[in-house]
């Protein structure tokens, strides 16, 4: 039994499991990506961010890390690929949580699934899976792994272009692929790709994926035509964009407002013991940003800890534990 299920591992969920630790809670962290971090990790992680305290600029991927680092302090136990499905309010006051990976039990539960669980959008053809990851990529985790090699990007967005931009200085090759003559990024941004070394493929379809003697072919139609060709490369990366559900929530044991959560201030949901922090809430001014969710996460803690074990009393300043 846990003192607190936080389910997320988004960059909230991950403070939230790094400040239970430090007020010596047992807590489990649930996420249902492979990677922890959420948004940061999945939509941007070569962007700048420039709005988290203490960091004039820190790129995305290395605020995930960093946090991953803090995270690892007091060690809480950290399930990924792993979806809660229900939460079930025992008689005892408990809690069973109901996952692709089996139930999990805790005395308080914490949510910031930020938008829902969300997955890529997929290419919309059948390939074999075992490429995925090695040479199909809906993340991208370093831009290192493409050095040197020749990259597809499929997409027409903000992201694709940036992806592809990236690239350019890495890869030996970057061509991206879109199945409209316009793009739909930023216009500074489709000028700076038209402008750099991008081979650009438009309007072209995706219709079939090969791996032959470590390359792939990448089947295109150009749209609107009959005409077929391909395109060969070493990794093809897809940016189709993602699918954010939060439909779950329906199911769970709060009141909701459409896809947020109404929280009072002390981020206390509907039901008792079930706090809620990050992008999911909803009170008066929030913000979905990264800084008010890690306001919002040491609130939730102490709120839950405090209901939890109410004879516990602990200092508010963390320069005041000895670790
Ligand atoms: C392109 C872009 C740029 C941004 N730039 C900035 C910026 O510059 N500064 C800033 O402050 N903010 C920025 N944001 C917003 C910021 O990323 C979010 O505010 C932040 O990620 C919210 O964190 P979170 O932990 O609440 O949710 P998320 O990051 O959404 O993480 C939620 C996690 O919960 C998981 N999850 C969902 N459902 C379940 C379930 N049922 N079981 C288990 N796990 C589940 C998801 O897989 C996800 O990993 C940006 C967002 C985008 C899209």
């Known amino acids: 039994m846990y003192d607190l299920s936080i389910i997320g591992g988004g960059p909230v969920g991950m403070f939230a499991a790094f400040y239970a ?7 489990l962290l649930l ?13 941007y992680p070569e962007k700048d961010v420039y709005d988290v305290a203490g960091f004039p600029h820190i790129k995305a991927k290395q605020l995930v890390s960093e946090l991953t680092t803090q995270l690892h302090e007091f060690a809480p136990a950290v399930s990924l690929e792993t979806t ?13 949580l109901t996952t692709n990976q089996g139930a999990f039990h805790a005395k308080g539960v914490i949510i910031a699934i930020g938008n829902g669980s969300f997955a890529p959008r997929k290419l919309a053809f059948d390939y074999d899976h075992a490429l995925d ?9 370093d831009l290192e792994d493409f050095r040197d090699s020749d990259v597809a990007v499929a997409g027409g967005g903000d992201s694709a272009i940036d992806w592809a931009l990236a690239l350019e200085p890495v890869a030996k090759s970057v061509t991206i692929i879109h199945r409209r003559d316009q793009f739909r990024g930023l216009e500074s941004s489709v000028e700076k790709m038209k402008a750099s070394s991008v081979n650009i493929m438009t309007p072209y379809l995706l219709t079939g994926l090969t791996e032959e003697a470590s390359r792939l072919t990448i089947g295109l139609k150009k749209a609107r035509t009959k005409e077929e060709s391909s395109l060969t490369a070493d990794h093809l990366i897809v940016n189709y964009g993602f699918t954010a559900d939060a439909r779950i929530l329906r199911d769970w044991p ?3 407002k459409g896809a947020t959560i109404p929280v009072n201030t002390n981020m206390l949901t509907s039901t008792d013991r079930i706090y809620a ?5 909803d009170y008066p001014g929030k913000m979905q940003l990264i800084a008010s969710g890690f306001g919002e996460a040491p609130v939730a803690v102490t709120q839950a800890l405090q209901e939890i074990y109410p004879e516990r009393k602990q200092p508010l ?3 005041s534990l000895i670790h």
């Open 21 to 27: 630790g430090l007020r010596n809670a047992d807590a």
């Open 31 to 43: 996420e249902s990506l492979p990677r922890l971090g959420g948004q940061v990790s999945a939509l």
């Open 84 to 96: 809660v499905e229900t939460i079930t309010k025992e008689d005892d006051g408990t809690f069973t």
């Open 133 to 141: 990851d090695r040479r199909v990529h809906y993340f991208i985790n």
């Open 254 to 256: 709060i009141e909701i």
């Open 277 to 281: 922090i990050g992008d999911v809430v």
């Open 317 to 319: 300043h963390s320069t």
